[in-house]
């Protein structure tokens, strides 16, 4: 928006996006949109010129504008979409912190104890696929109350991954996965909860049947304890419209 405030509009813009991301939470690509009322006899911003002004007054911060799109005046870039897709970035092979790589900090979560087996968390997903009361996968929060936990997850994948530089440090016994989920809308930390029942199923503290019923209890209160998995390995990767 400050940005936004050198176009001299005349009239006050103000964006509207898509998703909120928790504190240490990424986005690889992030939608919103903004209303432009330019003074009298000035065009409309063609879609580059908005672009370009926008970026060049973004330099200083860790933000760019990818590309910009007219749409009609009944677009909202929260409402009308679709899904969203987050991944979430799991790093095996790490028996202590300083053994992350310098270029992966805060861009991963690298669980202790020795390796997961992906097999049994591939097993425990597919229980959150669908529709469902995902109250258990919720942190409560001052609106919790006046929304609903039914969401639908419309995919979760995960896969094998390369690494940021990877190819620099084939000789260590490092492994990149991804946890891919993609839903219209996700509860309050919803997706780090997941990971982190996921990963407890890999770690063997949880069984996959046990997914299903945190599923099936419906209360914040009986996930377990120290379970949700850190915000670094969290990315919004797109939304779809």
């Known amino acids: ?6 176009l001299k509009a005349s009239v006050p813009i103000k964006f509207h996006v898509s998703s909120r991301t928790d504190a240490g939470v990424h986005a690889l690509c992030n ?9 009298p006899g ?6 580059e010129q908005l672009l370009l002004s926008l970026n060049y007054h973004l ?11 007219r749409v009609p005046s009944s677009f909202h870039a929260r409402f009308s979409a679709l899904s969203r897709t987050y991944i979430y970035r799991l790093l095996l092979g790490c028996s202590h912190h300083s053994q992350v790589p310098v270029f992966e900090r ?22 959150l696929l669908g529709t469902h009361d995902f109250s258990t ?24 991954s390369p690494g940021f530089l990877s190819h ?7 492994e990149f996965w991804e946890v891919k989920f993609r839903g219209r809308s996700f509860l309050y930390r919803q997706v780090r909860r997941m990971v982190g029942a996921l ?3 890999g770690q063997g503290r949880l069984a996959p049947r046990h997914v299903k019923e945190l599923l099936e209890v419906k209360d914040a209160l009986a996930f377990p304890p120290n379970a949700m998995a850190p915000p670094s390995g969290l990315f919004l990767k797109s939304v779809e419209y």
């Not at 939608?31 to 003074?39: K, N, P, S, V």
């Not at 000035?42 to 879609?47: D, R, T």
Request: glycine fraction near 4%.
């Open 137 to 160: 996968f919720r942190s409560l929060s001052s609106d919790t109350e006046f929304k609903s936990p039914v969401r639908t997850i419309l995919q979760v994948d995960i896969q094998p």
């Open 199 to 201: 990963v407890a199923v």
């Open 59 to 69: 330099r200083p911060e860790p933000i760019r504008i990818l590309s910009a799109h």
């Open 168 to 174: 620099h440090y084939e000789h260590r016994p490092l």
């Open 1 to 6: 928006q400050k940005a936004a405030q050198s």
């Open 31 to 39: 939608a919103a949109h903004l209303d432009i009322q330019r003074g």
């Open 42 to 47: 000035k065009p409309p911003f063609s879609e």
């Open 106 to 127: 805060d861009l991963c979560w690298a669980p202790a104890g020795g390796p997961l087996n992906v097999p049994a968390m591939q097993e425990a997903a597919q229980f």
